[in-house]
């Protein structure tokens, strides 16, 4: 009973020990806001403190039941340290706004309805089907999911690759690995899908109500976040920037998490920077005007400046802490995140030194030791590690983001004075490509930018640079991978857009006039982005068969967790059954996630010929390959007819012991599964 309920007690865990954490370091929040943070930073540490576990004992059962009991008995520590603070923050909890509520209760509505409908749908024959990006992205997550759970695979080799040390962010889907203990594999994989898609969104909101102060431009902002961006296929338009929810919130599961941390972090940069910096200048003004008038008030200005100082130190500490755990969760986010922070450090510092001289410059200074030093303790062991899979396709010289532009711009005269020419066309190019693909985001965000308090224009700036930056480095072999870097200043833009949209129908007096440019507005942002939805909906290609999940089932039960499967490799079968739901290492998975990932295209083509080679009838490479078991089923006749080569099925049945073999009847289609046992 208790090992079918241990995911309940491990989120349950979580969500205390985050809530513990704020309550210790005194961070003030509102309710639903403190809700929110509580469930995100405590599973951040949970799951880190399960993959340490897991890593150690090479066990998940272990790890799950020991990281639910360090997460319990750390929260009582932690009210044990701060009862009173406790006892504010839980009145403070059940104080939620009405308004609030309803908004964060449409958005669960949301990612329900988008999960359930879009992400592993099942039919009524036992077919699981996935809109289009999910379905070509979930096999590399749940090839993860498995060979934690069923592989033992600790510490993590990639399965898709002849299991050569993994550096991946993987900690999104370990927690899938948990949850797969006493979940089936379905409901492991949408539970924290919706969990930290609800908190993502909702920290966005309460990102832009702390630099907005408005709750309409707030819900804008989300509304916009979701429904922006353009379908997918209309490259030939140059158009690239895709609707967010497509491209990376359904699909890419490491975002979900990563992005949530970093808007909490964005909140706690911005309320330690800003906020509560203007509290202490004002404390220290009206420590020196009470300075005249009277000893007793000058003391109390003192005591809260110096209290506005300590709580800085706590938020920045946090903010560092969640950064330094970010690498192993979402490298992107941990990229923009950790730039982001060094903008404001040195930022902070010359105003210090402006404003204050060598006295306020130490006291920031001391301020951001709270800040980089867990950020560095935990930050670079991942980091180190990452770097050993970074290959020469990594951070380029990439200008115009993709293909297309960059060959343009490359293509103009860039010696001598002709280069002015050329940077001056490169900028006319780039502009004009953005405002097609921003359509009339081009325009809602510099109105939102000239509209925005002082302090938002400053902590929108380093958002701005990673725009600009990403626009001239490729970070990853496939350059269409930055979009992970301009959702983040996507993220902070439509804030702006949001604000702007306000802004502009409070100045305009009829009531007609407003509903009507509010509605084309609305319309022409959010237009593209709900034909994608209709999309989604519509076009779901299936992912798994129930033959599919049969043959995963024999291969859990029958082969050891660290066999080796001679199976599809290349360009075909990126949903093969064996890596992607029995959780076994196969010579080679799908080329475009490797290559992505950084891997050598020779070598993949070296091993791909060999796999072509051994179905051919070579069985003697099959020793020098560490070959276990060899699989012929649909997926491997798809790849034999692509790569124009017949099955040597006399071969195999000579040479290797036949262990399984079936006939499934899977859309009307008669469908063969053989798995020999190869040594």
Known sequence: ??????????????????????????????????????????????????????????????????????????????????????????????MLDKKTSIFLASVLIYVLVMNLCCVLRPDSEGNLHAMVSVWGDYPFHTSIITSFTYGNNFPPVYLQFLGKPMHYPVLMDFLSALLLLSLDIRTAILLPNVLFQ????????????????????????????????????????????????YAVILPQRTAILGMSISFIVYSLLFHAFFEQSEQVEGGKRGSERAGKRGSERREGLEWQNQCSVCAVRKELFLAGTLIGLLPYIHAHSFIVTTFVLLFFAVFASLNALRKGGSAEFARVFHALIFLFSPLFLFALPQVLAIRTQVSENFFMFYPGWTDKNRDIILGFNWSGASAIISFILSLFLMLKFWILNLNVFSFLIPLGFYAVKRAVKIFYMPFLLVFVVANIVKFQPWYWDNYKLFLHWFS????????????????????????????????????????????????????????????????????????????????????????????????????????????NWSEMQEVKRAEIKMFSGELSLLSKYGVDYVCVGPYEEDFARVNKFKINISALNNALDLKYERVFHVNGKKVRWRIYKAA
Request: proline residues 3%.
């Open 198 to 245: 609800f908190c993502l969104f909702a920290s966005l909101f309460f990102l832009s109500l702390r630099l907005t102060g408005n709750r309409i431009a707030s819900a804008l902002s989300c509304f916009l976040f979701m429904f922006s961006g353009y379908p997918p296929g209309l490259d030939a338009f140059n158009i690239h920037f895709l609707n967010p929810i």
């Open 492 to 599: 902070l833009s439509v804030v702006l857009a949001g604000f702007a949209l306000l802004w502009m129908c409070e100045r305009l007096k009829k009531r007609a006039l407003r509903v009507s440019v509010l509605s084309a507005l609305l319309i022409s942002a959010t237009f593209f982005g709900a034909v994608t939805h209709a999309a989604m909906f519509y076009k779901q290609p299936t992912l798994w068969t129930p033959a599919d999940f049969e043959v995963a089932a024999w291969v859990r039960e029958n082969t050891h967790p660290e066999s080796v499967f001679l199976t599809a490799g290349g360009q075909v079968a990126h949903n093969h059954p064996v890596p992607a739901l029995a959780g076994r290492r196969i010579l080679l998975g799908y080329e475009g996630w490797l290559w992505s990932h950084g891997f």
């Open 1 to 94: 009973m208790l090992e079918s309920l241990s995911w309940l007690f491990f989120l349950a865990s979580s969500f205390l020990l985050g809530f513990a954490v704020l309550s210790v370091l005194s961070i003030r929040l509102a309710a639903e806001e403190r809700a929110v943070f509580s469930f995100v930073v405590g599973s951040t540490f949970s799951v880190w403190l399960a993959y340490i576990l897991a890593l150690l004992r090479k066990s998940l059962s272990d790890a799950i039941f020991g990281s639910t009991a360090l997460c319990f008995l750390l929260s009582l520590a932690f009210f044990y340290i701060r009862r009173k603070q406790g006892k504010f923050v839980l009145k403070e909890l059940a």
